[in-house]
């Protein structure tokens, strides 16, 4: 079962302004990791943050985790044309090793 | 990160046949993942293919259905069987990032397998 659900379910916005998406769970994570896929091909990872981390960066992106709302955002700053993709936030969860249960997913479209 | 790789990258095909995909590493990993990504929706974990032993199983999904092969640590197989319509999607494998897996490594996905099933 799904336990991730991600706001927007769709974003369309300029290129050149930011992009925030969300994602909230319901159990307790052992991390969370954001992909990006383009038109239903391969997904590429593009951060993953800890359960005890509150903030990461990435060139252009920024994560956040807030473990006591159970809520991650995705900032993605200086958005471009190339962008334009599915983002998915995924929670590992397990003992052991993670496994990984992805949220529904945001649409973003970045107009040139 | 691992380069992984499947095979076929896409493929149509007949109710009531099987289909089995491949999927290779390029460095040896002891955890492995099947996901399937239905039309429009997001991904579902199939199964996990620890070498060595039986894959686990997510609720859901049955190894009559899917069964998998892991022969050794850089390939791994999954086949789907009897397909009917409701299984076109696309199916991915993943590895975790490091050998042995871990509760924070990050997991690389396959360029995936598009199925269609007429």
């Known amino acids: 079962s799904q336990q991730g659900e991600e706001d927007p379910q769709a974003l369309s916005i300029q290129e050149g302004e930011n992009a925030t998406m969300n994602c909230s769970y319901k159990?307790?994570?052992?991390?969370l990791q954001w992909y990006r896929q383009n038109s239903g091909r391969g997904l590429v990872h593009l951060i993953l943050i800890r359960s005890n981390e509150r903030e990461k960066h990435s060139g252009r992106l920024r994560v956040t985790l807030d473990t006591s709302k159970k809520s991650s955002s995705l900032l993605i700053t200086a958005s471009r044309a190339a962008d334009t993709a599915s983002y998915f936030c995924?929670?590992?969860?397990?003992?052991?090793?993670?496994?990984?249960?992805f949220g529904k997913g945001t649409m973003l479209l970045v107009s040139p | 990160s691992a380069v992984i790789s499947q095979k076929p990258s896409r493929d149509i095909c007949q109710r009531g046949t099987s289909l089995t995909i491949q999927c290779q590493v390029d460095s040896q990993v002891t955890m492995m993942f099947w996901y399937r990504q239905q039309p429009g929706q997001s991904l579902t974990l199939i199964a996990t293919a620890n070498q060595g032993s039986e894959a686990t199983y997510e609720s859901g999904f049955v190894i009559d259905k899917f069964p998998i092969s892991r022969p050794n640590l850089t390939f791994s197989t999954l086949t789907v069987s009897n397909m009917s319509p409701e299984d076109s999607s696309i199916y991915l494998c993943?590895?975790?990032?490091?050998?042995?897996?871990?509760?924070?490594?990050?997991?690389?996905f396959g360029p995936g397998t598009r199925l269609t099933v007429l």
């Open positions: 993943s590895v975790s990032s490091s050998p042995s897996g871990g509760l924070t490594d990050t997991q690389y």
């Open positions: 159990t307790s994570i052992n991390n």
């Open positions: 995924a929670t590992g969860r397990g003992s052991g090793y993670s496994t990984l249960t």
